[in-house]
């Protein structure tokens, strides 16, 4: 993620020390020497001076950055910055208001703004630091008490304190559904805990990488082996091949294909020859071909209860009655289904920007393949017709796509940002081409009359789809 902080002092050097690894940092400042300061605390890009000029700040890139600081000892410089921040959008504006008499100008402005005391830079930190929620130092600066919580995406779900070894750090409380849990060494660490932590102050920058880092795992918090159910050798070629590439751009493990035949006949083999095809295509994917009495949805339902399945893998429906027929089943399972169209490699991952449960989960598995891949990411904010949704609609999407960048940027990813007023359907269906679309599915029930944004792209898109269920949902 990318940042620029206008002033380079003492509070700039500060926030310097504590920001993560995640963050590519640009300091405007005038004085070349204060430049020259910041720089030794951590690498920059230096960008000589006014951060009250439109020019100096678009030489910074004030276009492209995910958040922006104005720290200098001069409010005028500050509160023009920061407007020219918020006229390029900017999510996320933090300030320093040098005289603290000025705090009611940042506040009209609608600009978080603090005074300049020793806990600038810290407090800057929690306004800039999704992941991270609160922070204090004691035993006279030596140590430091940190609260963070636990995404979906942390190495740490799942893991009990004991296994983590963390020397020179104490995990005080967990608070996990409103319960207040004093842990010990056979403590789980669980999605949604808020985790406070004590350690030596110059362990400080480890603990904040440990604590809000993230793993690519989809789909093994589902399963970790793909279901395809076919019922000719064609399907060979589309189905289980788009499966094989599936496999191979995740965590999954292997592919599991149903057929019609019995072990050994002449069809059995046929199908199964048809797949040893694919061992040149996709080396080191394992495809397990089983024969079954039927295919079909009902098989692939009795593989979700009999295997270890993260994701099921079906043809394109043509009709709204067979999306809904089918997200019910994903529903049901609770297992992620893939509309597949015979793509078996993605020219990269779109991600459609919502605020919900399922759109935050759609976001998240989105990151996970991108950041297992290496394919381009590419977030994407619908604003519905201002008639309809409003002039806030407008700031909705920007939150979203703002929160769906800090995700990505905690597995090292840039997200390509498209911010598109119209019908949802038709943006995403537009934007797709080439591209695996993961939309998430909503805990209500589809139907053929209601399908809901994901049915409508199921049956629209010319693109492979990956409907994700909320789990817990059925």
């Not at 006229?87 to 504006?93: K, L, P, T």
């Amino acid at each position: 993620m990318k940042m620029i902080i206008v002033g380079a002092g003492g509070i700039t050097r500060d926030l310097l020390r504590r920001l993560g690894d995640r963050w590519e940092v640009t300091v405007v400042d005038v004085d070349p020497d204060r430049l020259d300061l910041a720089d030794k605390v951590r690498p920059i890009e230096r960008i000589l001076g006014d951060g009250s000029s439109r020019v100096v700040l678009d030489r910074a890139g004030l276009s492209e950055v995910d958040a922006f600081v104005a720290a200098s000892n001069d409010d005028e410089v500050n509160l023009e910055a920061c407007r020219l921040a918020l006229e390029a959008e900017v999510y996320r504006i933090a300030a320093i208001a040098a005289d603290p008499e000025r705090l009611p100008d940042y506040r009209a402005l609608g600009v978080a703004a603090i005074s300049p005391d020793r806990l600038g830079a810290r407090r800057l930190e929690i306004n800039l630091e999704d992941r991270r929620v609160s922070s204090a130092a004691f035993a006279d600066g030596r140590a430091e008490a940190a609260e963070f919580r636990i995404e979906a995406d942390s190495p740490l779900v799942g893991r009990a304190l004991q296994d983590l070894h963390l020397e020179s750090w104490l995990v005080a409380v967990v608070l996990r559904n409103g319960e207040l849990i004093v842990p010990h060494g056979g403590t789980v660490l669980r999605e949604g805990d808020l985790v406070t932590v004590v350690g030596a102050a110059t362990d400080y920058p480890e603990m904040v990488a440990t604590f809000t880092g993230g793993v690519a795992r989809f789909p093994l918090d589902y399963g970790k082996h793909v279901g395809v159910a076919i019922g000719s050798l064609r399907d060979v070629d589309v189905l289980v091949s788009e499966a094989a590439g599936f496999v191979h751009a995740t965590a999954a493990e292997s592919v599991i294909v149903l057929h019609i035949g019995g072990s050994g006949d002449d069809r059995s083999r046929e199908i199964e020859d048809r797949i040893a095809t694919l061992d040149e295509q996709w080396p080191g994917v394992e495809i397990q071909a089983r024969p079954v009495d039927r295919t079909g949805l009902d098989a692939l339902v009795e593989l979700c209860r009999t295997d270890s399945v993260g994701t099921l893998v079906v043809p394109r429906v043509h009709g709204r009655l067979g999306a809904a027929k089918v997200l019910r089943m994903a529903q049901e399972t609770r297992t992620p289904v893939l509309f597949a169209q015979g793509i078996d490699r993605y020219q990269g991952i779109l991600v459609p920007a919502r605020e919900t449960d399922a759109g935050r989960r759609a976001g998240r598995v989105g990151i996970d393949i991108a950041a297992h891949s290496g394919l381009p990411l590419i977030g994407v904010g619908v604003v519905p017709p201002v008639f309809i949704a409003g002039e806030e609609a407008f700031d909705d999407a920007r939150h979203a796509i703002a929160r769906l960048r800090e995700d990505a940027a905690v597995h090292g990813l840039s997200i390509k940002r498209r911010i598109r007023q119209g019908n949802p359907v038709q943006v995403i269906t537009e934007l797709a081409p080439g591209h695996l679309v993961v939309l998430g599915i909503g805990p209500r029930r589809p139907t053929a009359l209601a399908p809901g944004i994901t049915g409508h792209v199921v049956v629209r898109a010319e693109t492979s789809v990956l409907a994700v269920p909320v789990r817990g949902s059925a």
